[in-house]
C-alpha cells in the first residue's frame, strides 16, 4: 500500500502516539508539526479543529490535521466539553472528581474532531466514547482525563490500558478510522482516475 504522509498539528504528543497507531493501518505515516494555534470559542469541536486547521495551512502549506476534542459529563450539561483543555490546567482530575462528589449519575463521553485541510480540500471527521466518571483516579498511562474515565464494556480506566487498548475505544480512535477509510478511497479513486 502507497504510504503517504500527514502532518498533525499539536503540542500533545500523546494524541500523535495513538493516532499514529491508527493511521499506519491505512499506510499514512503521521509526523507531529509545530504552527501558531489559532483557538476559537465556540461550542463546536469541529469548527474550533477546522479553524484552527486553516490556520496552520497557511503558515505550513502541506496537507495537515488538527484535532479537537473535549470530556462531556452529562451530571454537568456538558461541561467541560469545548473548555477540557482549559479546566484541566486549572483544575485537574482531582478539580473534575470534586464536582462529582455525591453525584450518583457517571455518564460522560469523550468526543473528538479531526479537521483535514489539503490544497483544494477540507474535511472533518467526528469520534465519540461514552462511559463512566470513575470515583477515583486509577492508573498512570495516557494524559489529561485518562484516569478518570472508564469506557462502557471495561471496568478499567483508559489510563490503566496501552495506547493498543485504548485505541479500541477512544474517541479519537474512531475519528481518526475515518479519516483513515477516506484516505484509502480517495488514493484508490485518484489512481484509477489516472489508470483510466
Ligand atoms: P492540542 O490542542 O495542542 O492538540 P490539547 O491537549 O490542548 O492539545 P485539546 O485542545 O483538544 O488538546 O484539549 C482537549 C483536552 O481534553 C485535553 O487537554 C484533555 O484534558 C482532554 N482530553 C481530550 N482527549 C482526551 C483523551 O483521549 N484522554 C484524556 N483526556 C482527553
Redesign the pocket.
Known amino acids: 500500500m502507497k504510504v503517504s504522509r500527514l502532518y498533525m498539528v ?3 504528543r500523546h ?1 500523535v502516539e ?1 493516532a499514529k497507531e491508527i493511521l499506519e493501518r491505512y499506510g499514512v505515516e503521521l509526523v507531529q508539526a509545530e504552527a501558531r ?1 489559532l ?1 476559537i470559542q465556540s461550542e463546536s469541536l469541529e469548527e474550533i479543529a477546522l479553524t484552527a486547521a486553516r490556520y496552520a495551512y497557511l503558515q505550513l502549506r502541506k496537507p495537515l490535521i ?6 462531556f459529563i452529562e451530571a454537568l450539561n456538558g461541561f467541560p466539553g469545548p473548555y ?2 482549559y479546566v ?1 490546567k486549572k483544575i485537574g482530575v482531582e478539580g473534575v472528581l470534586k464536582l462529582m462528589e455525591g453525584v450518583g449519575d457517571r455518564r460522560a463521553c ?1 468526543k ?1 474532531a479531526v479537521a483535514y485541510v489539503a490544497p483544494g480540500v477540507e474535511r472533518v471527521f467526528t469520534g465519540e466514547v461514552c462511559g463512566r466518571i470513575a470515583r477515583e483516579a486509577r492508573g498512570s498511562r ?5 484516569p478518570i ?1 472508564v469506557p462502557e464494556g471495561e471496568s478499567r480506566t ?1 489510563a490503566e490500558m496501552s495506547v493498543e487498548e ?1 485505541n479500541r475505544y ?3 480512535a474512531r475519528a481518526f478510522k475515518r479519516l483513515g477509510e477516506w484516505i484509502v478511497r480517495e488514493w484508490w479513486s485518484m489512481r484509477s482516475n489516472s489508470e483510466g
Do not use: C, I, W
Request: glycine letters at 14%.
Open positions: 499539536t503540542g500533545n494524541k495513538e494555534k483557538e488538527v484535532e479537537d476534542a473535549g470530556l477540557s483543555s484541566y469523550f473528538a495516557g494524559f489529561g482525563f485518562d474515565f483508559f485504548k477512544s474517541h479519537r
